[in-house]
C-alpha cells in the first residue's frame, strides 16, 4: 500500500512572476480551484491517507487552503449557501491526515522530498509535482499504485516530448517497453537535445522506495546546482525495479504561462454551466 504523499511546494515560482511575488502558485486557480486541489484529489483518488506539504517562505494560504474557515463557514450557513459551503468543506481533509515541513532553502527537488523523510519514514511513498495538473481516469497516481503493487518497485509517469524539449526534463533511457510500461534502465536530468537517451520525459509522479532518502542524504548537487531527485533515482536502477508508466490523458504544465492558460481554457471547456460562454469569448479572439 502507498499510503503517504509528498507534495513539494517550495519552489521559487519564477516564471509566473509577478503574480508569484506574494502568492505560491500552487494557489494560482484553475477555473475556481487552486492547482494544489487538482493534486490533492488525484493523491487521494489513489488511496492516500496522509498528505506531506513541503514548504516554504509566504506558502502560508496553503495552509489556510486545507483548513476550516470559521467564519466563512457560519456565513455561508446563514445565508443558506449550501452548495458553496459544500465546495469549501467537502473535500477538506480530516485532522491528523496533513503534515507540514519547510525546504528552508530552495536547494532543489531532491532537497524538497528529502526534507520529508522523517515524516514518510520506513515505507515506499508517493511524489506530486502540483504545477503539472495530470487529467485522466482513472488518475494517473491511481495506476501508478497499481503497478507498485504489482513489481513492488520504483515507478515513475513519463510522456513523449519532442526532441528540442528534453533539455526542460529529467529523461529516461529504457529498456523492455511494452507500449506502456517502459523498463528504467538509465535517467538523466534536462539533458542536451543531442545527448538525450529517449523523448521520454518525467512529468512529475512519482511513486519510491524508502531507499532513496539514502541516496539523497549525501546532498550531492547536480544539473543547475541543485539537489536533483532524478539523481538519488537514478542511483537506485539496477538494484530495485523501475518503471516508467506512459501517461495517457491530458497534461498542463501550470508552471509555464502557455500551460497555465490552456488549461483554464480546457477545465472551462469542460464545464457545463461555463462552456457556451467560453466558446463565444473564443471566438472573439480567433
Ligand atoms: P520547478 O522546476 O517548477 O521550480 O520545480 P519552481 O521554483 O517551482 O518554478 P520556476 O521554475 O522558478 O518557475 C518543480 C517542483 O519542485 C518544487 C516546486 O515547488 C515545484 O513543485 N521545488 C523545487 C521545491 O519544492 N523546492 C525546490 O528547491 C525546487
Redesign the pocket.
Same mark, same amino acid.
Given at each position: 500500500m502507498i499510503r503517504k504523499a509528498v507534495? $513539494?511546494?517550495? =519552489?521559487? !515560482? &519564477?516564471?509566473? @512572476?509577478p503574480a &508569484?511575488k506574494a502568492m $505560491?502558485? *500552487?494557489m494560482l486557480p484553475v477555473v475556481d480551484k487552486p492547482i494544489i486541489q487538482y493534486a490533492f484529489e488525484e493523491a487521494r483518488a489513489a488511496g492516500i491517507e496522509h498528505f506531506i506539504f513541503? &514548504? !516554504?517562505r509566504a506558502k502560508s494560504s496553503i495552509e489556510d487552503h486545507f483548513d476550516h474557515a470559521y467564519e466563512l463557514n457560519d456565513t455561508l450557513e446563514l445565508k443558506g449557501k449550501a452548495a458553496e459551503l459544500g465546495s469549501v468543506t467537502d473535500w477538506l481533509p480530516k485532522p491528523g491526515e496533513l503534515s507540514y515541513t519547510r525546504?528552508q532553502? $530552495? @536547494? !532543489?527537488?531532491g532537497?524538497?522530498?528529502w526534507?520529508a523523510r522523517e515524516l514518510v519514514g520506513d515505507e515506499p511513498f508517493a511524489v506530486l @509535482?502540483?504545477? *503539472?495538473l495530470l487529467q485522466s481516469d482513472p488518475p494517473c497516481l491511481k495506476e501508478m499504485v497499481d503497478v507498485h503493487q504489482q513489481t513492488g518497485g520504483n515507478v515513475v509517469s513519463v510522456m513523449e516530448v519532442p526532441q528540442d524539449h528534453t533539455n526542460r526534463y529529467g529523461i529516461l533511457d529504457i529498456g523492455a517497453d511494452d507500449g506502456r510500461m517502459v523498463e528504467a534502465r538509465g535517467m538523466v536530468e534536462k539533458p542536451s537535445p543531442s545527448q538525450a537517451p529517449s523523448r521520454l520525459a518525467l512529468i =512529475?509522479r512519482y511513486v519510491l522506495l524508502p531507499k532513496v532518502f539514502q541516496h539523497l542524504d549525501k546532498q550531492e548537487t547536480g544539473a543547475g546546482g *541543485?539537489?536533483q531527485l532524478t539523481d538519488a533515482m537514478e542511483k537506485m536502477l539496477g538494484t530495485t525495479p523501475f518503471h516508467g508508466l506512459r501517461f495517457q490523458g491530458q497534461r498542463y504544465d501550470c =508552471?509555464?504561462r502557455l500551460g497555465y492558460l490552456e488549461a483554464i481554457v480546457a477545465n472551462a471547456m469542460e464545464r457545463p454551466e461555463l462552456q457556451a460562454g467560453m466558446t463565444s469569448i473564443l471566438k472573439r479572439y480567433l
Amino acid at each position: 500500500m502507498i499510503r503517504k504523499a509528498v507534495f $513539494p511546494v517550495a =519552489g521559487l !515560482g &519564477t516564471r509566473m @512572476l509577478p503574480a &508569484t511575488k506574494a502568492m $505560491p502558485k *500552487e494557489m494560482l486557480p484553475v477555473v475556481d480551484k487552486p492547482i494544489i486541489q487538482y493534486a490533492f484529489e488525484e493523491a487521494r483518488a489513489a488511496g492516500i491517507e496522509h498528505f506531506i506539504f513541503v &514548504t !516554504g517562505r509566504a506558502k502560508s494560504s496553503i495552509e489556510d487552503h486545507f483548513d476550516h474557515a470559521y467564519e466563512l463557514n457560519d456565513t455561508l450557513e446563514l445565508k443558506g449557501k449550501a452548495a458553496e459551503l459544500g465546495s469549501v468543506t467537502d473535500w477538506l481533509p480530516k485532522p491528523g491526515e496533513l503534515s507540514y515541513t519547510r525546504q528552508q532553502k $530552495p @536547494l !532543489g527537488l531532491g532537497h524538497a522530498v528529502w526534507c520529508a523523510r522523517e515524516l514518510v519514514g520506513d515505507e515506499p511513498f508517493a511524489v506530486l @509535482l502540483v504545477d *503539472e495538473l495530470l487529467q485522466s481516469d482513472p488518475p494517473c497516481l491511481k495506476e501508478m499504485v497499481d503497478v507498485h503493487q504489482q513489481t513492488g518497485g520504483n515507478v515513475v509517469s513519463v510522456m513523449e516530448v519532442p526532441q528540442d524539449h528534453t533539455n526542460r526534463y529529467g529523461i529516461l533511457d529504457i529498456g523492455a517497453d511494452d507500449g506502456r510500461m517502459v523498463e528504467a534502465r538509465g535517467m538523466v536530468e534536462k539533458p542536451s537535445p543531442s545527448q538525450a537517451p529517449s523523448r521520454l520525459a518525467l512529468i =512529475g509522479r512519482y511513486v519510491l522506495l524508502p531507499k532513496v532518502f539514502q541516496h539523497l542524504d549525501k546532498q550531492e548537487t547536480g544539473a543547475g546546482g *541543485e539537489i536533483q531527485l532524478t539523481d538519488a533515482m537514478e542511483k537506485m536502477l539496477g538494484t530495485t525495479p523501475f518503471h516508467g508508466l506512459r501517461f495517457q490523458g491530458q497534461r498542463y504544465d501550470c =508552471g509555464s504561462r502557455l500551460g497555465y492558460l490552456e488549461a483554464i481554457v480546457a477545465n472551462a471547456m469542460e464545464r457545463p454551466e461555463l462552456q457556451a460562454g467560453m466558446t463565444s469569448i473564443l471566438k472573439r479572439y480567433l
